[in-house]
């Protein structure tokens, strides 16, 4: 088994501390995916193993399609969407302060948007 995670690649973790627009941030997102999936994830399902990726398609629906509000349709139809689905999503029903407190200690660096619920 292997462990990974989205973003996966240094540059992307780093552009994403600027302020980018929403139509920017997806794009980033996605680029990194296709190496993502290139370099670590279909190589490791190869290879017979199973791979625990944190965040993935969903987080994309998630703080794309709802968050940034470019729509779950728009995001849907997007090809790198469809690259590569999981056989299993874990979704972490964490209450919102707790997610709050966590994100806010995490990244004290990072500009920080306010963090609203979007899914209700």
Known sequence: MIETREPFLDLTRQKLRHRLSPGEELSLFLE????????????????????LCDRFVDST???????????????????????LLPDITIFLDVPLNICQGAH???????????????LS
């Open 32 to 51: 990194d995916r296709r190496t993502h999936i290139d370099t670590v994830i279909l190589p490791a399902i190869s290879a017979g193993k199973i791979v």
């Open 61 to 83: 629906m998630a703080y794309q399609g709802f968050g940034n509000r470019i729509g779950s349709d728009s995001i849907a139809n997007l090809p790198e969407q469809r690259l």
């Open 104 to 118: 806010f200690q995490k990244r004290e660096k990072r500009p920080v948007r306010p963090v609203t619920p979007f």
